[in-house]
Each structure stands twice: as structure tokens, then as C-alpha cells.
């Protein structure tokens, strides 16, 4: 690129980068506000929640980047406009398709973005929180213990702590096991979650034991240690279920009957790899119809509120088509074709429009049957 094209490029980028950032601190918070759920009642850390709600990002960028950057061009080629540096570039000699060059090389750099993300940090982000909130759900620490309330769990077990530390470590502990008429309580002052030989434990210090007798004499027993097994405990549901959002590009388009048993149907997973690999034309097309908001017609120093209008809601009503196609393509397979197709048609529109406006009107001539000669 040229010195210009660079300093056009940096005047665009600079917004774009803004309004991007803005929207995903947006993401973030409404993500970080669902995540409380996490420190609330299952009684995780910060850290779990701030990355669970990090990894959730990726999943938004297909929503966010074409937005901000059709948000960020926006408001730096008004700005450009309105000051008349566009006019002075085209002064300079740049032809229109130098003009454009730094907005398409942004475009297309966002578009690479958004592909790498969708085709490979999108799942493996999600995946990764799949399996962190299968821990957090599965954790027994989160399952039995709440502190100072008793807690009921399965096949007859209920749990009570007064207090738990931040290292883990559980202060009076108190269990109670039903079992039919069968009724079994144990107190420890201390006592911790871990595991022997695999299965999950929860090893008590400081305790006593009771139980009554079938004669109905009361049963105690005092120990300095114990290891209680929590096997009989644990749900059988150990198995992570994944969803289209999870799964690796290869796995959308070649899925196992397993997997389509577990996940969804073959017509959804296809259509979620096509919206995939779709969804970047959108950054072209938001830039093509930035770049005819403001170009597409003359200068004007009041403003271009009418024709960012338009744009705007061209480019949400071709977004919002695309979402209907990308929902329709799980039930009709071949309108998966159709999620490549809009977006390229609205931006051959856009810089069709773009050009026509760009091209100089020739002034008509004037003919001798409309000149009028006036006398002496």
C-alpha cells in the first residue's frame, strides 16, 4: 500500500478496533452476569467464572466483528468526508479502487479472523467449557457442601458444614444417611474431599459415628480419621453431551451416528458448519456498504444521516435473512447454498451502487435548437 492507502487504513482500523472492543465488553458483561450462577450456588471461584466467561467470547465474534465493522468504518470515513480528506486524496491522483483498498484489505483481515475462529477457536473454546461446567456440575465439593445449610443429596444423603475455608477444607461437618428405617449420622470437626484409587472420597478427622442397633441401642464411635466413600453417591450420568456449537469442523460435515444421536440432526449440524464457514462474507459486506454510505454520493457538509440510515438497515435486514437461511438450511439441505449467496449478492450490490456513483456524469452539450439567439 501506498503512504496514503496506509494512512487510510489506519484511520479506518482505528474505530473499527473501538467499536469491536466495545461490543465485546458488552458480550463479556451480559456473559460475566450469567456466570454468577456459578460463584452463587455452586460455590466456585472467580477464576472459574471469569473463564467460563472468556470462553464464551468466540462464540460471539461472528456477531460482533461485522457490526463493528460496519460501525467503525462508518464513523471513520464520515470523518474522512466531512473533513475533506477523501476529496484531497482523490485530488492526489488515487483512483477509486485505491480509495477503497485500505477498507477491502480490513475487511478481508477481519473476514481471515472471523474463519480462524469460527473453524477453530470457537470449538475448542466451547469444548472447553463444556467440560468445566461438566466438572463444576459433576464436582461433589459443589453437589453436598453449602455452607451453614443443609444440603440433601442422592439415594437418602444429606450433608451440613458450617463453615468452608478457601483452601477447601470443610469445619463441622455433619452427614446424615437414610436408608429405609436405617438412619446413620457422622460429625467430624474437620474433613476434605479427594480420591483413592479413583473413586471419590471424604476424608473426616475428629468425628464420631452413630447408629442405632436392630435391638434400638444407640451405636457410637469416635475416631481421629476416616475415609467415607462417596461412590454409592455419584450419579451414573458421567458422560458430556455436546452440542453443534462444540463440535470440530469435520465432525459437522462427516458426523458419527453417535454423534448425531447425541447432538442433532445431520440437516442442523450441516447447516452449522455452513454458517461457519459463511458468516466471515459478512465483514465484506458490512465494508462494501459503509464504504457506499458515505461515497455512494456527493459531499455534503450536513451530514450523511440519510444514507447511513439506509445502509444500516440494508445491512440489518441482510443479516437477519441470513440467520432465517442459516435456521431454514436444518430443515431444507439445499438452501445451505444460499448462505454463501447473500451475503456476496449484497456486496456486488453495495459496490455496484458504489461505483455508479463514483462515475462522473457528463454534462450534456448544449444543441443549436436550444440556443436562443438574442437580438443586438
Keep these: 500500500m501506498t503512504l496514503i492507502q496506509t494512512y487510510l487504513f ?22 460475566s452476569l450469567d456466570q454468577l450462577e456459578v460463584i452463587v450456588e455452586r460455590g466456585q471461584s472467580v477464576w472459574i467464572m471469569v473463564k467460563l466467561t472468556l470462553l464464551a467470547v468466540p462464540l460471539l465474534f461472528s456477531v460482533i466483528l461485522p457490526i463493528g465493522l460496519f460501525v467503525g468504518a462508518l464513523i471513520a470515513l464520515t470523518r474522512l468526508q466531512r473533513e475533506q480528506e477523501l476529496t484531497a486524496a482523490y485530488a492526489s491522483g488515487m483512483t477509486r479502487w485505491q480509495m477503497i483498498a485500505p477498507g477491502a484489505w480490513l475487511a478481508a483481515g477481519v473476514a481471515a479472523v472471523m474463519l480462524l475462529t469460527n473453524v477453530v ?30 444440603v440433601q443429596g442422592p439415594n437418602g444423603l444429606t450433608v451440613y458444614v458450617q463453615q468452608i475455608e478457601q483452601n477447601g477444607l470443610l469445619k463441622n461437618l455433619f452427614i446424615y444417611i437414610q436408608d429405609g428405617d436405617k438412619v446413620t449420622t457422622w460429625d467430624a470437626a474437620e474433613a476434605r474431599f479427594g480420591r483413592v484409587d479413583g473413586q471419590p472420597v471424604l476424608t473426616m478427622k475428629q468425628g464420631s459415628w452413630q447408629q442405632y442397633s436392630p435391638a434400638g441401642v444407640l451405636q457410637q464411635l469416635v475416631f481421629d480419621g476416616y475415609v467415607f466413600p462417596l461412590g454409592p453417591y455419584v450419579t451414573d450420568d ?16 462427516s ?9 442433532a440432526p445431520r440437516g442442523e449440524l450441516l447447516a452449522e458448519a455452513h454458517s461457519r464457514l459463511s458468516s466471515p462474507l459478512y465483514a ?9 454510505a458515505i461515497l455512494g454520493g456527493a459531499f455534503s457538509r450536513t451530514g450523511y444521516t440519510a444514507r447511513i440510515a439506509k445502509a444500516s438497515a440494508a445491512f440489518l435486514l441482510v443479516r437477519v435473512i441470513g440467520y432465517a437461511v442459516v435456521a431454514a438450511s436444518a430443515w431444507t439441505g439445499w438452501l445451505n ?3 454463501y449467496l447473500l451475503p456476496i449478492a449484497a456486496t456486488v450490490v ?10 462522473p456524469h457528463r454534462a450534456s452539450r448544449p444543441t443549436l435548437s436550444r440556443l436562443k439567439v438574442r437580438p443586438a
Design 284 to 292: 465484506l459486506t458490512a465494508m462494501a456498504m459503509a464504504l457506499t
Design 121 to 150: 477457536v470457537q470449538p475448542w473454546a466451547q469444548r472447553t467449557a463444556r467440560e468445566q461446567a461438566f466438572a463444576i456440575r459433576t464436582d461433589l465439593a459443589a453437589l453436598l457442601v453449602e455452607e451453614g445449610r443443609f
Design 238 to 253: 458421567q458422560r458430556i453431551r455436546y452440542k453443534s456449537a462444540d463440535l470440530w469442523i469435520t465432525q459437522l460435515f
Design 350 to 359: 453495495a459496490l455496484r451502487l458504489l461505483f455508479r456513483a463514483l462515475k
Design 255 to 263: 458426523p458419527t451416528p453417535e454423534l448425531i444421536r447425541d447432538t
Design 337 to 339: 447454498v444460499f448462505q
Design 10 to 31: 489506519r484511520q479506518i482500523a482505528l474505530p473499527v478496533l473501538a467499536a469491536c472492543a466495545s461490543l465485546a465488553g458488552i458480550g463479556i458483561l451480559s456473559q
